[in-house]
């Protein structure tokens, strides 16, 4: 395992937080400085997206494009044709929420490097309830064709995963949570698109976690360490492609595995490691995230807790999946 | 080549794309009729008359852009690159055929000169906005114009509207939209299907600068766009009146002739009709 340079405050109260889509606003500004071709777009949220630190360093390659997600996303591939590189921005439940086959057509069939950034994924979206707590973006994302699909896991990786997709000429999508949240890794952590991390090893079991849920899934498993059970804990920011070798290669070790995402398991990251392993290396899995049902309105602790998305019910859920499902040891 | 055909040539030149058109329909058994051949006048004065662009070279930064929003017309597209020498003649009997570069919707990937994706509707005029965008405030390209041409059927799409907003509040100068207002949808007339009207009053009160020109008179769709060019403060629209299957008597007016091919029986007659101008002239060809 090559050095990961994790904080060395994990588990502990005083981790720092900071919301994911803070992340991104910086990394967005950084690109820009970067590369003139950079530019933004964004339809009436550009604080809530974090998108004014862009606005202000950049203001002459910035777009205030209104309510309006179609026209979002097809300005947005007009630019790219004209050789920019535009961040298209907005509520995850509104794009791609709204403007799917926009982003089918104009950027996937196109083929054009359009960024979309899906703002406020999740239950963590708290009191807005249901409407707002976009949870079948990444079934919607990973379907499509040329398209990237980003869920990472605190702000300082969303930074490196927005620097990333600035420079990896495709049509790319990068989820956000609103909520402030644990940051457990360092600017020296690696990252790379298409690349899972093998946080924490064990023998027992891997949890798979991506956005948010990789977090409670390092809780969880010092939880389960206490009582004599060891985890292995795989960090997966890059929903598609999928790095098929680490999620292999951790469930040859383990046997058996676990997905949590704050997302519909239908479709989803879970959806995507079952199809991975039911055609490569049929290996029991389970998925934890939402069960075919919509968010409500509540704290982010509350819902989190309510939907067994927090470390507390993911460490009971894999209690109860060890107890009841042997390790499968490949042949 | 393009921008030296005299006002008689463009008018043939008109003929011979609807002939394409009517082979390509009859050859693909697939395909809408009506549009392309009501649109083959407004494409004979854009590729021969109006658009900078270079079928040698169809990725020159400096060409201007048209795009096609109701890609459904596609046939008039193609025929229109070919004989402007995007590609072979030959190669338009090929359309909506397996590994063919002519997609029975057009594919920017697939086809250089397609400026971009299209078929589903109302997606044109946003990314036009976009390119002009770019065009105007970020890389000061003065000269430059970006053409969007849009069914009227299309215009029941929300994402049209934002287009429009949008390219009024950034005085889009650079964005000329051309409507093909021929009434026609798939379910029936378009006033019975959704009504437009009031479509001039409706683009003056999103901030355009708006035009209404005979679709089917090459000299009018050239002196509108002209006057489109010189236009500075604000996004102009073409409101271009066409008769939906234009030349093929048989096929005028008739809403039916929106989304059927013609079968071989009738492409011959239709084919006898726009060779001898509906029997005004003997073709040798018969």
């Keep these: 395992m090559s050095e990961l340079y994790l904080s060395d405050k994990i588990g502990q109260d005083d981790i720092p937080t900071e919301p994911i889509r803070k992340g991104f606003g910086k990394g967005l500004k950084q690109a820009g400085d970067d590369d003139i071709r ?14 004014h630190l862009f606005r202000d360093a950049h203001p002459e390659r910035f777009v205030e494009v209104g309510v309006a997600e179609q026209n979002l996303v097809t300005v947005a591939s007009g630019m790219a044709a004209m050789g920019k590189i535009p961040f298209a921005s907005s509520y995850a439940a509104f794009s791609p929420g709204r403007n799917w086959e926009q982003i089918r057509t104009t950027v996937c069939i196109n083929d054009r490097p359009v960024k979309i950034a899906g703002s406020h994924a999740g239950v963590s979206v708290g ?4 409407t707002h707590q976009m949870l079948e973006d990444i079934a919607l994302m990973r379907a499509l064709p040329n398209m990237i699909v980003i869920a990472p896991g605190d702000s300082v990786e969303a ?3 927005t620097l990333a ?4 000429d495709k049509p790319s999508y990068i989820r956000l949570a609103r909520e402030a949240s644990a940051v457990f890794t360092t600017p020296l952590t690696p990252f790379e698109i298409g690349t899972a991390y093998v946080l924490h090893e064990g023998h027992d079991v891997t949890l798979l976690g991506t956005g948010l849920m990789t977090y409670e899934c390092l809780l969880a498993a010092r939880q389960l360490e206490k009582e004599g059970i060891s985890v292995e804990v795989v960090h997966v920011p890059t929903i598609k492609p999928l790095d098929e070798r680490t999620v292999l290669s951790s469930l040859r070790k383990t046997g058996r595995g676990i997905t949590v995402e704050e997302a519909q398991i239908a479709g989803g990251f879970g959806s995507a490691v079952a199809e991975l392993v039911s055609e490569q290396m049929p290996t029991p899995l389970k998925r934890i995230g939402l069960q075919d049902r919509f968010g409500e309105s509540g704290k982010p602790a509350e819902l989190f807790a309510h939907f067994g998305l927090d470390a507390d019910s993911i460490a009971a859920s894999t209690r109860e999946f060890i107890q009841s499902t042997p390790q499968y040891h490949q042949k | 080549m393009s921008g030296q055909l005299s006002l008689v040539q463009l008018d043939e030149m008109a003929n011979t794309i609807r002939q394409d058109i009517i082979r390509m329909l009859e050859h693909a058994e697939s395909g809408h009729s009506a549009g392309p ?4 006048d407004i494409f004979a004065a854009l590729y021969f008359s109006i658009l900078k662009h270079d079928p040698k070279n169809p990725d ?4 201007d852009r048209l795009l096609l929003s109701n890609g459904h017309t596609n046939p008039v597209l193609y025929a229109t690159m070919a004989r402007a020498g995007y590609f072979p003649v030959e190669e338009l009997m090929t359309l909506r055929r397996f590994g063919s570069r002519l997609q029975g919707h057009p594919e920017r990937t697939k086809l250089p000169g397609v400026e971009t994706t299209s078929g589903p509707l109302g997606e044109g005029l946003s990314q036009g906005a976009g390119m002009a965008y770019v065009m105007k405030y970020i890389d000061e390209r003065p000269n430059q114009w970006v053409y969007v041409m849009m069914g009227d059927g299309e215009l029941n799409e929300g994402n049209v509207w934002e287009a429009a907003m949008f390219a009024g509040k950034y005085k889009l100068h650079n964005v000329i939209a051309i409507i093909d207002r021929n009434n026609i949808q798939i379910d029936g007339s378009t006033e019975d299907v959704m009504p437009l009207e009031d479509l001039h009053g409706k683009w003056e009160s999103f901030g355009w600068h708006v035009q209404e020109v005979d679709g089917n008179n090459i ?6 766009a002209a006057m489109a060019r010189a236009v500075t403060n604000q996004p102009s629209v073409i409101i271009a009146h066409t008769i939906p299957g234009k030349g093929v008597d048989f096929m005028e007016y008739d809403y039916r002739w929106h989304g059927m091919p013609p079968n071989s029986e009738q492409a011959k007659e239709a084919l006898r009709k726009l060779r001898t101008l509906d029997g005004k002239i003997r073709s040798e060809h018969q």
């Design chain 2, 219 to 224: 000299e009018s769709v050239i002196d509108a």
């Design chain 2, 37 to 40: 051949l009501g649109m083959a």
């Design chain 1, 159 to 161: 930074e490196k995963a």
């Design chain 1, 38 to 51: 950079v530019v933004a777009l964004c339809a009436d949220l550009t604080e809530s997206t974090q998108m």
């Design chain 1, 165 to 168: 997709i600035a420079k990896n």
């Design chain 1, 127 to 130: 009191p807005d309830g249901a």
């Design chain 2, 60 to 63: 020159w930064d400096g060409r």
